[in-house]
């Protein structure tokens, strides 16, 4: 009897340790969470300095008249900026971006103004300039953006008094109006997400832009101090060249940290 006892009592802790195993809950390990890269939609501003150069095609004609009495010669200036803008992204096919913008640059780019015909000279300034435009760029990385752009764009030139080319100088002998001239720019870059000290700075990105604008030809009639117009004028067609680093804030910018389960 006490072997039957022990046989069922053997039997039975058998027989609930199976269905314990059986009814025991099976947890498997949840899949890491991939990373989701940011989207560059959305608006963003920027602002930095930079530097630049002037190149100009010039000769002298009469005025009024436009005959020329002398051939094209080159000049050339060359200075520093500022530059502020805003502009509005929008990414697509998932490594293309495209975007318009618009900004300002001012500054101090200057150079000569000549007169060969009568000699003298004078000193010409590029003031300001302003421009708008669109731009494609390609996603090398998920947070740097290599880009072209192109647009219209504007500039302010200084007036210009003019002294003899005589050793040690001279009396000024006339001046030319300041202007504005119209034009179109083409350029590109690379604008990248910021890490400050090996931490990631959400939002914040830095852009490094070459440009280049052509504008059209101006021109400006020659007039003595006081008043009266010396009867000559000097032609000027300028093309701009600029290098400028900036620093961009994204608004929408949350960086590759989110997750999708």
Request: aromatic share 14%; glycine share 16%; proline share 6%.
């Amino acid at each position: 009897m006490k072997k039957l006892v022990l046989a069922l009592t053997a039997l039975a802790a058998f027989t609930g340790s199976a269905m314990a195993a059986d009814l025991a809950p099976r947890y498997s390990k949840a899949p890491a969470p991939m990373p989701v890269a940011p989207s560059w939609t959305g608006f963003y501003i920027f602002g930095g300095a930079g530097g630049g150069l002037w190149a100009a095609d010039s000769n002298v004609v009469t005025f009024p008249g436009g005959v020329p009495l002398t051939r094209d010669q080159r000049l050339g200036g060359s200075g520093w900026f500022g530059t502020v803008g805003v502009g509005y992204d929008w990414q697509f096919n998932s490594s293309w971006v495209a975007g318009i913008f618009a900004d300002g640059q001012f500054g101090d780019i200057r150079g000569s103004l000549t007169d060969p015909f009568f000699g003298v000279e004078g000193r010409e300034k590029l003031r300001d300039s302003w421009a708008a435009g669109v731009r494609l760029g390609y996603l090398v990385a998920p947070n740097v953006l290599s880009y072209v752009n192109a647009g219209y764009s504007g500039s302010q030139w200084s007036s210009v008094s003019g002294t003899t080319l005589a050793a040690g100088g001279g009396p000024v002998f006339g001046t030319t109006p300041s202007f504005t001239r119209n034009g179109v720019f083409v350029g590109g870059g690379v604008e990248n997400n910021l890490n400050i000290f090996g931490i990631a700075a959400p939002g914040w990105f830095m852009k490094t832009e070459y440009r280049s604008a052509f504008y059209d030809r101006i021109t400006l009639p020659e007039s003595f101090i006081g008043g009266g117009l010396v009867g000559t004028a000097v032609t000027f067609k300028p093309w701009t060249q600029t290098i400028s680093t900036s620093l961009v804030y994204r608004f929408n910018w949350s960086g590759p940290v989110v997750a999708k389960y």
